[in-house]
């Protein structure tokens, strides 16, 4: 215990030097020019690889260096919002749980102690800069219901006006089974999302995606990719590597999404100096740049387009309503389309839409109960089932 506790107090000495040495350099007033409007509100995700050691401690020298990026952008005015891991590596080689905790528990146990390590540290660090950090817990529930979706940003928002930096994780301590993101990048592409960031930086431990196996002779950077770009995960391992529960895979998946919604999206080495800023002013950095979509969905279409792990039901509608959702004009589902139901679902629940052929078409925000429309399906003067301000279409449709 002794061992353990010395050690830490070295490493909190060690930050110190080195926040003092580069606080003292003057780093932080660097002054950006000629910044590009995508770059006026920023997303960085930080993944577990980056900031955590093998044995699970943090790595308080590759952090600093962060915060030393993310303090020249918030010198410049750049709003930035960050979002990190780090909490259940942090915590893992602090406690070993018993035999007869799960494993959910385990993590749980980890993610509590090590939040509490992972947001001081950051909360030390910004304070070098004189950046006030404020920490965000969020789950997908907290993305599940309208109002709890406005409620979150609504309070990023107000961080941003005030001058606080928004530190988002994923709550580990409650979130778990269907709560649970596939990884920090999908939470990253969410965040981005809502809070209509003009880029998300994920930062990865390689420079991108490559046609094969980073570091392989015949392998290369894919740098940039657009709306009309093949799908590359056929160039993508699934595996995954160290703390971190996603992978290239996933980071490919929401940088896609993201930027379909008129996000630019880079996916960097966090590893590297600079590579932030050097992304921010236009410099030849190695990276994969997704480039954003010229058009971009409203609030409420970005919601949904997240939304579809919260679904609760099926409508099923015929050849007419399909017609008239997919057409030229803004269209909403009228009962009269409606032919059959599935599940159960409440007024105000997101509800998957598919055709007579069994095709997902898109999915909406239903302004009745699956009971209710089951009695009313087929009928013309009721008010429609989805509205179109609450519908989404599948863009591939």
């Known amino acids: 215990m002794l061992k353990n506790y010395t050690f830490t107090i070295k490493n909190c000495i060690i930050t110190v030097i080195f926040a003092t040495f580069y606080l003292n350099q003057g780093p932080t007033y660097k002054e950006l020019k000629n910044i590009n409007p995508s770059f006026s509100r920023v997303a960085i995700k930080v993944g577990s690889n980056i900031i955590a050691k093998e044995d699970g401690s943090l790595n308080t020298g590759r952090m600093l260096r962060i915060v030393e990026e993310v303090a020249i952008l918030h010198k410049n005015n750049i709003e930035v919002i960050l979002i990190t891991s780090g909490a259940v590596a942090a915590g893992r080689n602090e406690v070993t749980p018993s035999k007869k905790t799960s494993i959910i528990s385990s993590r749980q146990i980890w993610a509590a102690i090590g939040q509490v390590k992972l947001m001081g540290t950051y909360q030390f660090l910004f304070d070098k800069y004189g950046i006030q950090a404020g920490q965000l817990l969020a789950t997908k529930d907290s993305f599940r219901d309208r109002m709890h979706y406005l409620n979150m940003k609504n309070c990023i928002s107000a961080m941003l006006d005030n001058k606080v930096l928004p530190v988002v994780n994923e709550n580990d301590t409650i979130s778990i089974t269907e709560l649970m993101f596939t990884d920090n990048d999908e939470l990253s592409g969410m965040i981005s999302s809502m809070m209509n960031c003009g880029s998300l930086i994920i930062l990865s431990n390689v420079d991108g995606i490559y046609t094969g196996k980073p ?25 995954k590597s160290g703390y971190g529960r996603g992978g290239m895979l996933t980071k490919y998946a929401v940088a896609r999404k993201t930027a379909s919604e008129g996000i630019d999206v880079y996916i960097a080495n966090g590893t590297r100096d600079s590579i932030i800023t050097g992304i921010i002013r236009r410099k030849d950095v190695p990276c994969t740049k997704f480039v954003a979509a010229d058009k971009k969905k409203t609030g409420v279409k970005k919601w949904l387009s997240h939304s579809e792990t919260f679904a609760k039901g099926i409508v099923y509608i015929n050849r007419g309503a399909r017609e008239a959702l997919m057409g030229d004009k803004a269209s909403s589902l009228l009962m009269i389309g409606v032919s059959k139901v599935e599940g159960f679902f409440k007024k105000g629940d997101i509800i998957r839409i598919f055709d007579d052929a069994g095709r997902q078409i898109g999915i909406g925000k239903s302004q009745y109960d699956s009971e209710k429309v089951e009695l009313y399906m087929g009928e013309k003067r009721k008010k429609p089932l989805v509205h179109y301000d609450y519908l989404l279409i599948n863009e591939k449709n």
Do not use: F, N, P, Q
């Open 215 to 239: 570091g392989c002779k015949d392998s290369h950077l894919i740098r940039e990719v657009s709306a009309g770009t093949d799908s590359l995960s056929k160039y993508i391992s699934s595996s």
